[in-house]
């Protein structure tokens, strides 16, 4: 698979798109406190979406090497998942959670993804410094993608804010990366969330991409649950996930998936 580069009339469709994404998340994520059912946030999400006339991404959409589809709109991972958590009437949110909600949408036949992670009720500080490493390497990994850049000083920016953040020795998770978003909802290229700065795919005008950082309260290796998509940290520590579309122009990146 090639890197696909949109057309103006593709660009003008993924930011009416990403927006409309933006705006259902931000909606979702209010609605989280303790006693909430993931089951209904996956609900919600896709009655918004619905109601727009546009169509969520994940519903069915079976991954390469996925033994069956998606069965949900939306992936909600609390605390130790990672992502891909599948919603569920008996999974009840408690006070000092941490909730992953990752999103995407179709609109007019084309993708936009975007994921934050949004505390339940109050969370503890170790949670507010992960989220808030987590949030500020999407950040940086943002800034770096220039137009005449490569990948990887996306991947090395990415790195050295996790890395930089502190005391604490933070888990990147590295099975997992961001991708290209467009026709599909993974397309060409890979965009690793660790590597050497000046390396890879060079970043053209009208390339459109997600950067999605994953990062872990300890260490970066994860597990795989029985369901086959929930993906867990190792050791049983929280884990924060936050992803935004842009797209890559000459100079500074355009993030699509914001709501103005």
């Known amino acids: 698979m090639a890197i696909i580069i949109k057309s103006p009339q593709e660009i003008e469709i993924l930011r009416e798109g990403g927006k409309r994404l933006a705006t259902v998340l931000e909606k979702v ?17 896709l009655k ?27 992936c909600v991972s609390v605390n130790d998942e990672v992502v891909h958590g599948i919603p569920s009437k008996d999974k009840i949110l408690k006070e000092g959670d941490i909730v992953s ?3 995407g949408l179709k609109h007019r036949g084309l993708f936009t993804d975007h994921a934050i992670t949004v505390p339940v009720g109050e969370a503890s500080e170790g949670s ?24 990887g000083d996306i991947s090395n920016a990415i790195e050295k804010c996790i890395r930089g953040s502190g005391a604490i020795k933070y888990g990147i998770v590295e099975v997992l990366s961001g991708h290209g ?21 060079k970043l053209v005008p009208g390339m459109v991409i997600a950067i999605e950082p994953m990062v872990n309260n300890g260490t970066k290796h994860v597990t795989i649950d029985e369901d086959g998509y929930t993906i867990r940290t190792a050791d049983g520590k929280k884990s924060a996930h936050f992803e935004h579309t842009i797209l890559i122009t000459e100079g500074e990146p355009e993030v699509l998936t914001k709501v103005s």
Not at 49 to 73: C, H, Q, V, W
Not at 129 to 151: D, R
Not at 193 to 198: D, E, M, R, T, V
């Open 29 to 45: 994520g209010k609605t989280i406190k303790p006693g909430v059912s993931t089951w209904e946030l996956d609900q919600y999400a």
């Open 48 to 74: 918004l979406i619905t109601e727009m006339g546009d169509s969520p991404a994940f519903l069915n959409y079976r991954p390469e090497g996925a033994d069956k589809p998606y069965p949900a709109s939306l």
């Open 101 to 103: 909600l990752d999103l």
């Open 128 to 151: 507010k410094k992960l989220m808030s490493v987590t949030k500020k390497s999407l950040e940086a990994g943002i800034w770096a993608a220039q137009g005449g850049n490569k990948i």
């Open 181 to 201: 978003v467009g026709k599909k909802i993974h397309e060409d290229p890979y965009i690793p969330n660790f590597g050497k700065a000046g390396t890879g795919p």
